[in-house]
């Protein structure tokens, strides 16, 4: 079965921090994939989208680095803010079934003043 | 563009009522998606359609119904709702090819008593 993990589930940080988040999926041959924010009560954003082809994405302080032969992906975010504090969740469309996305169940990150 | 909307944002049903979650996206996308999510189950994909006319069933199809007369409304019909159906339900749409990312709507509170 294709499962994408992300680890760990809760993350607490001071403001200021480096930090990376952690995914890692079961298959390699991957379509592409995204990660994605999703703040309380609301729905998810997208933040940084990696194709198959690609090692890396950036945005601001926003860095998604991509690994498929360990079925790795990180998102390092860097100079963390209490406005980063959001659940964080990464998405996988496996070539096998390219039209579907299967998430992982997300990393709350808290960033303390 | 409004990007991807959905009514109602919340809403309470009782057991064996029937009710229909309306989505809609003006951004011209073929690909329309719905999720339920769940605390500790992450994002379950209910089900997807490629385009009008053309639909599919995901991991979570029992209890569901959908069709996509239009390229931009894909509505989510509960037959007959269960308690097990209490959850947070998203739609999302994107664009039939690698590249585009998915964008998802603000998501329906659904309470079943």
């Known amino acids: 079965k294709q499962e994408v993990t992300q680890i760990p589930a809760a993350l607490s940080v001071p403001e200021g921090e480096n930090l990376v988040l952690n995914c890692s999926f079961t298959?390699?041959?991957?379509?592409?994939l995204q990660w994605f924010r999703q703040d309380p009560g609301k729905g998810l954003t997208s933040l940084l989208l990696i194709q198959s082809s690609q090692r890396e994405q950036t945005s601001g302080r926003l860095n998604a680095s991509l690994d498929k032969s360990s079925g790795r992906s990180t998102l390092y975010i860097a100079a963390s803010q209490p406005g980063d504090s959001a659940t964080y969740l990464c998405?996988?469309?496996?070539?096998?079934?390219?039209?579907?996305?299967?998430f992982g169940d997300g990393t709350t990150l808290t960033v303390k003043p | 563009n409004a990007g991807v909307t959905q009514t109602p944002k919340f809403q309470v049903l009782k057991t064996g009522q029937s009710m229909t979650l309306q989505c809609a996206q003006d951004?011209?996308?073929?690909?329309m998606s719905w999720y339920r999510q769940d605390p500790g189950m992450g994002l379950r994909l209910i089900h997807y359609s490629v385009g009008a006319g053309i639909t599919d069933q995901g991991e979570v199809p029992n209890g569901y119904n959908v069709s996509r007369s239009t390229t931009e409304d894909f509505p989510l019909r509960l037959l007959s709702a269960a308690p097990s159906q209490t959850s947070v339900y998203f739609c999302a749409s994107r664009r039939q090819d690698r590249t585009d990312t998915q964008y998802f709507g603000p998501g329906t509170r659904l309470t079943v008593l």
């Open positions: 298959d390699s041959a991957i379509y592409n």
């Open positions: 951004m011209n996308h073929e690909y």
């Open positions: 998405a996988v469309r496996f070539n096998t079934n390219a039209g579907k996305s299967t």
